[in-house]
């Protein structure tokens, strides 16, 4: 007796192949047949006609760590297809919460009333199981987290003995089983990081079969030299490597993208690791200090502060000098906490810079200021063609970049990219078909090949005995509707969303399961 027979749709299997046009049989959270199912006995079956059945999407780049105490159902992920995400990226995870880094988090935090009650990365995990998750979760430990907790937001070059007590945390989580690290290398604190400092914790994760995965040190200016350091991590240690949200930030390096294919791909043809993820869009999204110079960012957090309140004016100058013309017209407010009822979520910072009647400069200084930094921001700095030879590269995964969200309640804060509600639908709608990605290869690119980067053996495929993540869409409904103006919208075409064998999503609601699991790299 089957709990469940998806009967009649094209299986794509998440490797590649065409599509199958047969039945899965699922039992105790599992695929445990495929082919022709006739009348099996089984306790819901779903007639499938015109549909696509594909593994679960795997977010390979999320930032949902913190939010599945807000959302355990994590409705705009499920309503993409996604079944499986990788938490803890660029360089800061929920755990673990040391030191001045668990000090900062925590005050964060606790302002929009969340209280990070664990420690140790052991017990954030038992956090999430206790809650309940709708989605799978594979957790990576951010650098940020442990150079936080061992050093501060101290600028300086790490210590031996600073290592070490950063190998002591970073061996501590991946013995309890997370995936990997993860650094973000335009951040404070990981921006204070020297490349052996990198390259001895890749080194240890390498140890324990993790993925390095980086958010490189400029994706811009230095976009070239960023991406050879990242490589040059990997060749050192054996680490398998993953480029964040790979991308040539800035008109002026628009054409530095084929440069950058040839460096992972040199790296690729003398044996390093490499992988890559990108979200469909050209626009990024992140804090709007990331523009300020770097020498500021290597200021204690009292001397920035000082700076911004006092020497404005000096501050300003410098971007003048150094920020391309009309900068402003392609920076849209996306969040400012405590800020809301001064409207400007939404709008472009020379929008609110004529509204002020001050300079764009300054417009931005006194909103960092006003926010304590806290200001998010989506950057117009990409361009379509570039994100097309992005996509199309076999070794590029699609990561949505975003933390999970809901359309009403707590989480529907200031104006999110849109990539956060629109992600898969987007990439399936837009970028594949006649002319573009084959849809099978598409959806390997969103299932298996994660899982393979992951060594995930049972999910991201449709075979027997893999796990029951499976989602069910119509290829010719499938699209994002959210916009940069109006993020809040579900997309389209996602009709039916299986998670180990438990629907969590069909018919346009939530079911309210919770059958996702915290996955850990001991468990394997
Ligand atoms: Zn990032």
């Not at 913190?66 to 995870?93: F, H, M």
């Not at 309890?176 to 951040?187: E, K, M, N, Q, R």
């Amino acid at each position: 007796m089957y709990d469940l027979i998806l009967s009649g749709g094209y299986v794509y299997d998440g490797l590649g192949n065409v599509p199958q046009y047969e039945d899965i049989g699922i039992q105790g959270g599992r695929i445990t047949a495929l082919g022709k199912l006739g009348g099996a006995a089984c306790h819901c079956k779903l007639n499938l006609k015109g549909r696509a059945v594909t593994p679960g999407f795997i977010d390979i780049h999320s930032h949902s760590d913190i939010y599945y105490l807000l959302d355990s159902s994590a409705t705009s992920k499920i309503r993409q297809g996604v079944t499986t995400e990788v938490i803890g990226n660029c360089g800061s995870s929920a755990a673990p919460l040391y030191g001045e880094y668990a000090r900062v988090q925590r005050k964060r935090w606790a302002a929009v009333g969340v209280q990070l009650s664990w420690r140790s990365f052991r017990s954030y995990i038992q956090v999430l199981r206790d809650t309940g998750i709708a989605v799978n979760v594979v957790p990576l430990i951010g650098h940020g987290n442990i150079r936080g907790a061992v050093t501060g937001y101290n600028p300086g070059k790490a210590t031996k003995k600073d290592l070490t007590g950063m190998r002591r945390l970073l061996r501590r989580g991946l013995k309890a089983g997370a995936f990997g690290l993860s650094s973000g290398l335009i951040y404070v604190p990981g921006m204070y990081a020297g490349t052996g400092e990198l390259i001895d914790l890749a080194r240890l994760t390498g140890d324990y079969g993790g993925i390095y995965a980086t958010h490189i040190r400029g994706e811009g200016d230095n976009l070239l030299t960023a991406l050879g350091e990242a490589v040059l991590i990997a060749e050192k240690t054996g680490v398998s490597l993953q480029i964040s949200h790979l991308k040539t930030g800035n008109r002026a390096n628009w054409s530095k993208i084929e440069e950058a294919f040839f460096i992972i791909e040199q790296g690729q043809r003398r044996g390093v690791q490499i992988t890559a993820d990108r979200y469909p869009y050209i626009a990024s999204s992140t804090d709007l200090d990331v523009i300020l110079p770097e020498w500021w960012h290597r200021m204690n957090y009292k001397k920035r502060h000082q700076w911004i309140s006092n020497k404005q004016d000096t501050l300003a100058a410098v971007l003048t000098e150094t920020l391309p013309d009309n900068w402003a017209d392609d920076i849209m407010v996306a969040h400012a906490p405590a800020l809301g009822r001064l409207k400007i979520e939404g709008l472009y910072l020379s929008q609110i810079a004529a509204r002020e009647r001050l300079s764009p400069e300054k417009t931005m200084l006194r909103l960092l200021q006003k926010t304590d930094f806290q200001a998010q921001a989506i950057f117009f700095c990409m361009n379509a063609g570039n994100l097309n030879k992005i996509l199309r590269k076999p070794y590029v995964m699609i990561g949505s970049d975003s933390s999970l969200r809901t359309v009403q309640g707590r989480l529907r804060i200031g104006y999110p990219h849109p990539r956060t509600l629109g992600t898969f639908p987007r990439f399936l709608s837009k970028f594949t078909g006649k002319g573009k990605i084959p849809l099978a290869q598409a959806v390997y690119k969103i299932t298996g090949l994660p899982a393979e980067k992951l060594g995930l053996k049972r999910r991201g495929r449709i075979t027997k005995g893999a796990y029951a993540d499976i989602v069910i869409f119509n290829p010719r409904r499938v699209r994002d509707t959210a916009t940069y103006k109006k993020p809040f919208c579900y997309p389209e075409g996602i009709e039916t969303v299986i998670v180990n064998g438990e629907i969590v999503f069909a018919n346009g609601h939530k079911s309210g399961k919770l059958p996702g699991r915290v996955i850990l790299k001991t468990d394997l």
